[in-house]
Every structure is written in C-alpha cells, then in structure tokens.
DNA sequence: CCACGCTCCTGCGCGC
DNA sequence: TGCGCGCAGGAGCGTG
C-alpha cells in the first residue's frame, strides 16, 4: 500500500515527464473504484494541459487549467507513465493518454479512486478538512500538543488521524514512534511539549527518509518512471515481531490497536 | 464532537 | 500438492 513515501515518489516520477503535456484522450476500462470515474472524466480532460503534479496527503493532484484530477492509490494503486499502446493488464482501470504516452492507473484491489474537480483542489470534500502535512512547518510540538489534549485514544491511534496529521499510515506510525522512543499504547493526551515535539521530529525524519529511499518496497508498487521496485527498506518494528530490536536486541512485540496491527519495541520505547 | 466498527477488494501465506 | 480461510491495508462513513 502506498504510504505518503510512495506517493510522493509517484508524484516526483510523474512531474518532470508529462507538465506541461497535452491530454490527448481518457481510457476507463473499469470505473468502479472506491468513488466511480465520472463518465463524463474523458470529455472535461480531453485537450488541457497538465500545468503540476501536486500532493496533499496521500492524494496526488492532476493540475489542469482550470480543473484537476484527485487520485488516491488506496492500497494497492500505482500511477506509471507508459507508451500508449502498451496493452493493459487485469487491473489497468484508467489511462490518461497524453499523445504517445500514458499515465496509467493499476489497482488490483480498488480502495483507490481518481475523480475531476473543478477548480480548487484544495476545496475538495476529500481534502478540506484534512490536518497539516506532515513535511511542513505547521506541524510541530506546538501543534501535536494542542491537537491531542482532547482525546482518549492511544498516541499511535491519534498520529493515524488525518485531522491531526495527514499522511502517517500504518507502517510509518509504528517507525515514527520507535524513533521517538515512545510506546504506542501511550494515551496520546498524557504526552507533555517535549514528547510532542521529539515525535513530530521522529515523524518527519522517517517519512523523509523514506522518500529518499524512494519510497519502501511493495510487492506491486511501481514509481511513476515505471522503474521497477525499490529496494527493501530497514524497518525497526514494522513486520518484525519476535525478532531481535536492531537497537537494543530485545524481542519487538505485535499487538492489535484500533484494528491494526502494531509493533514496538518494548524496551526501547517508554510508557 | 468523539470513538469505534464496518466496508470496499484482491492477493498472498499459512495451516490442514 | 491443493484448497480455503484469514489477514493486510486507507480512510470514509454510519452509529452510538
């Protein structure tokens, strides 16, 4: 599943290839997605120019002049530029053909969606009520502090809440507290500054590190240069329950929290 | 407002 | 070796 590493790495493939480009023709071979693609997607497309490849979240964001298209990978989508007459495969739902090139949409399990908008993007019902980017400076100790005094659930939960930070999904919220060296069951509100703060520090760090990486390994995941995947990234918890802590050599522990499955080290990481 | 559980879907890995 | 079950995951949405 793309987390924001792999999104961004999408939207760093896609730009310098097709801005500026011309959509010459819209292909929906299947538009029954998380939302359906609009019958009327090829005709307000078909003959703008892509002005910027912009992401909020996890949603990349198709700048046309005016209007734009939001896609969301879900978790098992991929966007890759392609020649257009390659022919698609099982899950090939959507090609955005700018003359001899495509931007394809592939997505075998369909939590994904990708829809026209017109206008500002950022005035989106998916997108207007989202919290700040992790990556920017909005998001801070002041911030995690103030956006956690109110709620009960544990401090993993609350860095899942796209109102409070968007962008963390699973894995990443179990490596961002790892290097925070807090646990995961902690109720978020009894987290004090410094903690918030060493957290949004720890949040920023591993999603950043992931993007240089390129993005983590997933098993159908293709950046949007269609090169294939990337190599395997270190994670310090994150699949590796009963195995040894790189840190400390403790044993790293699973456990389910709000439905997830969760892991830490419960040496390293501190109540 | 808040918290929780359900839901969409497919591929994979494990146990028998 | 084959089958089928359960899980994985993002995030919106309905319910209490």
Known sequence: ?????????????????????????????????????????????????????RRRAKYLLLIFDPGCIVVHLGMSGSLRVVPAELPPGPHDHVDLVFGASALRLRDPRRFGLMVWHDGDPLAHPLLRHLGPEPLE??????????????????????????????????????ESLFRARISPLVSARTLGRVRCGRLAGCVRETLQDAILAGGSTLRDFVGGD?????????????????????????TIVKAIIAQRATFWCPHCQRR
């Open 226 to 250: 269609g090169r294939p995947g990337y190599f395997q990234q270190q994670y310090f918890v994150y699949g590796r329950d009963g195995q040894s802590c790189r840190v400390c050599g403790k």
């Open 137 to 174: 400076a909005g998001f801070d100790a002041g911030w995690l502090y103030r956006a956690t005094r109110a709620t009960q659930v544990p401090i993993k939960q609350a860095l899942m809440d796209a109102r409070r930070v968007v962008g963390v999904g699973n894995i990443y919220a179990s």
């Open 1 to 53: 599943m793309p987390e924001l590493p792999e999104v961004e790495t999408t939207r760093r493939g896609i730009l310098p290839v097709l801005t500026g480009q011309v959509v010459t023709g819209c292909r929906v071979r299947n538009p029954r997605l998380r939302l359906p693609v609009s019958d009327l997607m090829e005709s307000r497309v078909t003959g703008r120019t892509l002005l910027d490849v």
